[in-house]
C-alpha cells in the first residue's frame, strides 16, 4: 500500500453541501462585469441571455449534474472525459480549462484593480503601476486563499458571491424597480415582445458566441467532488439552484443598467464603475460608489479564487496517474497541488506585466481572448461527448441524477449543447467588427496583381489581387488563433509522449 490514501483523507473531508456547491457556480459563472455589454443591446437582452440559457447553459447543467454525480471520485472534468475517451482525453480537456485561465487572469485582475480604484481615487485606474501592484496583491492573495484548502476557499468564496455578486445584482434591480415606480424617463424604449427578440444575421454571429460562453464555468463545482457531504443529493440541487439565481440576476441586472445609462456610456472602456456612477448620480446616491467598488471587487476575486484552484486540482488527478512529473502533484497537507499553484502564479505574473505595459494590449488582448474562447470550447465539446457516450458504454453505473427523457433526452441535451460550442469554436475564429492587428500593406495589391497579370487579364488580375490582400488579415488572424490555441492544448501529448513508469509513484503526493 502506498501512501496514496494519506494525503487523499485529508483533502477530502467531506465539508461542502447544497450552499456551497451551488455559490461555486454562481462565483465561477455570474460577474457584473459582464452586465455594461449586454446592456447596450436593450431589450433584446432578454432574448440574448434566454438563447445562452436554451443553448449552453442548461445543456452544461444537466450534463455536468450527471457526470458529477455518477463519477464523483474526484478530478471533474478529467475524470468524467477519461471515463468516456480515455487518459489522453481526459488530459487535453482539464488541460485545455487551465491554460486558458493563464491568458483569462490578467483580464479579470484588471477589472477587479480597476473597479478598486473607484474606493480610492478613480483616476488611479489610468496608473499602470497601480494597476499592476493591485492585480499582482489580489492575485497571490487568491492563491493564498487556494492554499490554505477547501474549507477556508468555500468560506470565502461564499461569502464573497453572496455580497459581491448577488447583493449588487439586486441593487440594481431594486434601483431599476424605484426608478420606473417614481417615474422617471428610462433610456429604453417601449416594451414590446418584439424587442426582446435578438437579432440574428452574420454580423452578430461572434456576438453570439460571446453570450453563449457567459455561462462557462457551470462544470467547476464538479473538480470538488470528493469534498462534497452527500454527491447523489447535493450537486443536482446546488447546480439548479445556481442555473436560476445566474439567469434571473444577469437578466434583470443587465436590464437595470440599459433603463438609466445611456448606450454611449455602457459602452466606455472603463467598464462596470463607470455604469454604476452613472447610476447612483440619477438617485442622487453617489456616496455609495465606494461601497459598491469594494463589493463588486469581492465579487471578482470570489470569482478569480474559484477558477483559480479548479482546473489545478483536476490536473492533480492526471499526475496522479502519472500523466505528469511527480513534481507537479506535490500537495501540502489539505491536498492542494502547491507546485502547480506556485508555476501558475509566476506564469500569471509575467503575463499580467505584459499585459499592463505593452502598447499593444488591446490588440493582444484581442488575441488572447479568442485563444481561451477556443481552449473553451474543447474542452466543453469533450464534456458533451462524453455524457452522451458514458450513457451508452455505461448504462449501469449509479447516477443519482440523470439527464430525462432517456436516450433521446442525452442526445439532445449533449448533442445542442455540443452543436453549440462548436458553432462558438468556428466563429471564434474570425476577427472582431474593426480588428486591424494583420492589415496587410496595400502596395501588395499591385505586387500580387503584377503577378497574376500573365495568367489573367490586367483587370481581372486587379480585381483579384484586392480581394486576396482584404482576405489576409482574417486569413492571418485564423492562423495565428489557431496555432496560439495548438500550442496551448497539446501539450499534454508531449507529456504522455515522455512520461516515464516512475511518475506514477504516489510517495510524493503527501507533500513530504
Not at 478530478?75 to 480515455?86: D, M, R, S
Not at 462524453?386 to 430525462?404: G, K, M, Y
Request: hydrophobic share 55%; aromatic share 12%; glycine share 8%.
Amino acid at each position: 500500500m502506498t501512501d496514496k490514501n494519506k494525503p487523499q483523507s485529508k483533502s477530502t473531508a467531506r465539508t461542502l453541501g447544497v450552499f456551497s456547491l451551488a455559490m461555486i457556480s454562481v462565483a465561477a459563472v455570474l460577474s457584473v462585469r459582464n452586465f455594461p455589454s449586454m446592456a447596450i443591446y436593450g431589450w433584446s437582452s432578454i432574448g440574448w441571455y434566454i438563447l445562452g440559457a436554451l443553448l449552453f447553459l442548461i445543456p452544461l447543467t444537466l450534463a455536468s449534474a450527471e457526470l458529477a454525480t455518477g463519477w464523483s471520485q474526484g478530478g471533474g472534468v478529467y475524470q468524467w472525459v477519461k471515463e468516456a475517451f480515455g487518459e489522453k482525453s481526459g488530459f487535453i480537456a482539464v488541460f485545455c480549462e487551465w491554460s486558458n485561465n493563464l491568458v483569462w487572469f490578467p483580464t479579470v485582475l484588471a477589472f477587479i484593480s480597476g473597479t478598486l480604484a473607484y474606493a480610492i481615487n478613480p483616476g488611479l485606474a489610468q496608473n499602470k503601476w497601480y494597476m499592476y501592484l493591485t492585480m499582482m496583491a489580489v492575485f497571490w492573495l487568491s492563491t493564498l486563499t487556494a492554499w490554505l484548502g477547501p474549507k477556508i476557499t468555500a468560506r470565502i468564496n461564499n461569502i464573497g458571491v453572496v455580497l459581491g455578486s448577488l447583493l449588487p445584482s439586486l441593487l440594481l434591480i431594486i434601483f431599476g424597480i424605484a426608478y420606473m415606480v417614481v417615474g422617471k424617463p428610462i433610456e429604453l424604449p417601449p416594451f414590446t415582445l418584439a424587442e426582446t427578440m435578438p437579432s440574428l444575421k452574420f454580423s452578430t454571429l461572434p456576438f453570439m458566441a460571446t453570450v453563449i460562453l457567459l455561462f462557462a464555468g457551470m462544470e467547476m463545482s464538479g473538480f470538488h467532488a470528493l469534498e462534497v457531504k452527500d454527491p447523489k443529493r447535493d450537486f443536482p440541487l446546488g447546480m439548479g439552484i445556481a442555473a436560476v439565481l445566474i439567469t434571473i440576476a444577469s437578466i434583470f441586472g443587465t436590464l437595470a443598467l440599459a433603463m438609466v445609462v445611456p448606450t454611449k456610456d455602457l459602452q466606455l472602456a472603463s467598464g462596470i464603475m463607470e455604469a454604476v456612477q452613472s447610476f447612483l448620480k440619477a438617485f442622487n446616491l453617489s456616496g455609495l460608489i465606494r461601497l459598491l467598488a469594494i463589493l463588486i471587487s469581492l465579487g471578482g476575486f470570489a470569482l478569480l479564487t474559484t477558477w483559480l484552484i479548479g482546473p489545478i486540482l483536476g490536473l492533480s488527478a492526471t499526475a496522479r496517474d502519472g500523466d505528469m512529473p511527480p513534481i507537479t502533484r506535490k500537495a501540502n497537507s489539505k491536498g492542494i497541488p502547491v507546485f502547480m499553484l506556485i508555476f501558475q502564479g509566476v506564469v500569471t505574473t509575467v503575463i499580467s506585466l505584459v499585459y499592463v505595459i505593452s502598447k499593444s494590449v488591446n490588440q493582444a488582448y484581442w488575441v488572447l481572448s479568442a485563444m481561451t474562447v477556443m481552449l473553451l470550447c474543447i474542452t466543453y465539446m469533450f464534456v458533451f461527448a462524453a455524457v452522451i457516450r458514458l450513457r451508452i458504454t455505461q448504462p449501469d453505473v449509479s447516477r443519482a441524477f440523470r439527464i430525462p427523457g432517456g436516450m433521446i433526452g442525452v442526445w439532445i441535451i449533449g448533442g445542442l449543447g455540443f452543436l453549440s460550442v462548436l458553432f462558438t469554436f468556428f466563429v471564434g475564429m474570425f476577427p472582431p467588427t474593426g480588428m486591424e492587428l494583420f492589415k496587410a500593406p496595400t502596395q501588395y495589391s499591385a505586387e500580387i496583381a503584377t503577378f497574376l497579370s500573365s495568367a489573367l487579364s490586367k483587370k481581372v488580375a486587379e480585381v483579384v489581387a484586392i480581394d486576396m490582400v482584404n482576405a489576409m488579415p482574417t486569413v492571418t488572424y485564423m492562423l495565428v488563433i489557431l496555432i496560439g490555441t495548438a500550442l496551448l492544448s497539446l501539450p499534454p501529448l508531449l507529456f504522455m509522449t515522455f512520461k516515464k513508469a516512475s511518475w506514477k509513484d504516489d510517495t510524493i503526493s503527501s507533500g513530504r
